[in-house]
């Protein structure tokens, strides 16, 4: 039955009892003696009472005890280490409690499974990446040591060349060790994030200079979206905004309008924090991919049909530098008319 507790079970089997005890008492009296009133109705009371709190202690106090092994199995699976059992249940509503207990706990359960699934699933296509990133350079390495080996080395046509190459392949080896410990750190907290009162338009601007020859050769313009006469100071590590200022441009520029193309940066006052926006001309990114594109060598089909000419984790170690200022940074998109990133600073 639903909804059955230890109460209603003593009063249902109570009532039986008492019903049963009238209906022989009746069939007594007809062949016995007078049927009397007063001591059926006395009898009835007497004998109700009587079922009634003996079997309500006895269920309660069997329920409870068996309830109460479940609960502490529980609990020992909940428990953390030094952790005493103290059960909460008591004698009354125990089944309604310790199944809303049971429901809570499968519910976290499920939950943990399924994000250890997606974990799962995250470290071997993260594994499978690391592998693919490496693979190539280590081969051309190879392939260049190798040729320099079998005779390569005396011709004075292709030795410089290859070990020119060589070199470029260790380079991207390195860069790809030195982003992951970068992001190694940044996950664990290793990197103290040293707070200074600085200008972010200022800061943008030393950027743009430092990208100017890059976007020259691609003929992207890089432009502030407002005339910013006045400072807008931010409170936050200097040497990692700047970071994350390079790798979002830079790939405005690699991603953007092939030709002629334009990179806005523009600054929005937002009471407590200023908001930083960089908008690109690009091709955009879909909505399948947008949610994807801060994770580790993830690349989005635009990138991966273009050169490679980076670690593939320049947004994963930006999304970090904004999360260890206690900011957020986001994406929005549309596939034909450009990308927009846009991240908090705190107002200084």
């Given at each position: 039955m639903?909804?059955?507790?230890?109460l209603r079970l003593?009063?249902?089997n109570a009532l039986?009892?008492?019903?049963?005890?009238?209906?022989?008492?009746?069939?007594?009296?007809e062949l016995f003696f007078e049927f009397q009133l007063l001591p059926l109705a006395i009898l009835d009371v007497l004998l109700f009472l009587f079922s009634f709190f003996t079997f309500r202690f006895t269920l309660e106090k069997f329920i409870y005890q068996k309830i109460k092994l479940i609960y502490k199995t529980i609990y020992n699976l909940k428990r953390q280490k030094d952790y005493k059992f103290e059960p909460r249940i008591n004698q009354q509503n125990t089944i309604e409690q310790v199944?809303?207990?049971?429901?809570?706990w499968g519910e976290k359960k499920k939950l943990e499974i399924e994000q250890l699934k997606k974990n799962e699933a995250y470290r071997r296509e993260f594994?499978?990446?690391i592998y693919h990133e490496l693979k190539n350079p280590i081969f051309n390495i190879q392939g260049y040591v190798l040729t320099l080996l079998d005779g390569g080395?005396?011709?004075?046509?292709i030795n410089r060349e290859y070990l020119l190459r060589t070199e470029k392949s260790i380079n991207r080896m390195i860069a790809i060790v030195e982003d992951l410990e970068t992001i190694s750190n940044l996950e664990t907290s290793q990197i103290i994030m040293k707070m200074e009162r600085f200008d972010i338009v200022e800061l943008a601007g030393e950027v743009f200079e430092t990208l100017e020859m890059k976007a020259h050769k691609r003929k992207k313009e890089l432009y502030f979206g407002d005339r910013y006469d006045i400072p807008v100071y931010v409170m936050a590590d200097m040497k990692w905004i700047r970071q994350v200022l390079?790798?979002?441009?830079d790939n405005s520029i690699k991603y953007g309008k092939p030709k002629e193309g334009k990179t806005k940066v523009s600054f929005f006052d937002m009471d407590e924090n200023i908001l930083v926006e960089i908008t690109d001309d690009g091709q955009g990114i879909s909505a399948e991919e947008l949610p994807r594109v801060f994770e580790r060598f993830y690349r989005t089909e635009t990138a991966r049909s273009r050169e490679k000419s980076g670690t593939g984790l320049g947004l994963a170690i930006v999304?970090?530098?904004?999360?260890?200022?206690?900011?957020?940074?986001?994406?929005?998109?549309?596939?034909?008319?450009?990308?927009?990133?846009?991240?908090?600073?705190k107002k200084a």
């Open positions: 639903k909804n059955t507790d230890p003593a009063v249902n039986l009892i008492t019903a049963f005890f009238t209906l022989i008492y009746f069939i007594v009296c199944n809303q207990e049971v429901l809570e594994l499978g990446n080395l005396e011709d004075d046509s390079i790798n979002l441009i999304k970090h530098i904004i999360e260890a200022h206690d900011q957020t940074i986001n994406v929005r998109s549309r596939q034909g008319v450009g990308t927009t990133f846009a991240f908090t600073l």
